[in-house]
């Protein structure tokens, strides 16, 4: 059975720092991609970050690129996402994804978490 769980989600502060971490109990999980996605209330769930199967190549959102910085270690089958300088406009659920292709469209992931929550205040 596959499944991805987030953690590490939180109320924070404007300026603050979260780590996020995704633990996969998938089957050659180094053969996948990785993804981060969030969605705020009232809004669709867009991009944030993604790496590839062995973490030669990432790719961050405009909006969070030198904020927030994805890794992964497949030997613990965990991506993180460090978000530092969080702003308000960060809030939402954010989710990990798992597939074959290196994307940043949902539809292209094959597998997703449940979400966790970050909530930045001002």
């Known amino acids: 059975q596959v499944s991805l769980v987030e953690s590490g989600g939180d109320l924070v502060q404007a300026g603050g720092s979260l780590r996020l971490s995704c633990v996969a109990s998938?089957?050659?999980?180094?053969?996948?991609?990785v993804g981060w996605f969030r969605q705020a209330p009232g809004k669709e769930r867009e991009f944030v970050a993604r790496i590839m199967w062995d973490g030669t190549d990432t790719d961050h959102a405009a909006s969070v690129k030198g904020r927030f910085t994805i890794s992964r270690d497949n030997a613990k089958n965990s991506v993180y996402l460090q978000m530092n300088s969080l702003e308000p406009e960060d809030t939402g659920v954010y989710y990990c994804?798992?597939?074959?292709?290196?994307?940043?469209?949902?539809?292209?992931?094959?597998?997703w978490g449940q979400g966790t929550q970050v909530t930045v205040s001002s």
């Open positions: 998938i089957r050659s999980f180094s053969d996948y991609a």
């Open positions: 994804a798992a597939g074959p292709m290196y994307s940043k469209t949902p539809r292209d992931y094959q597998y």
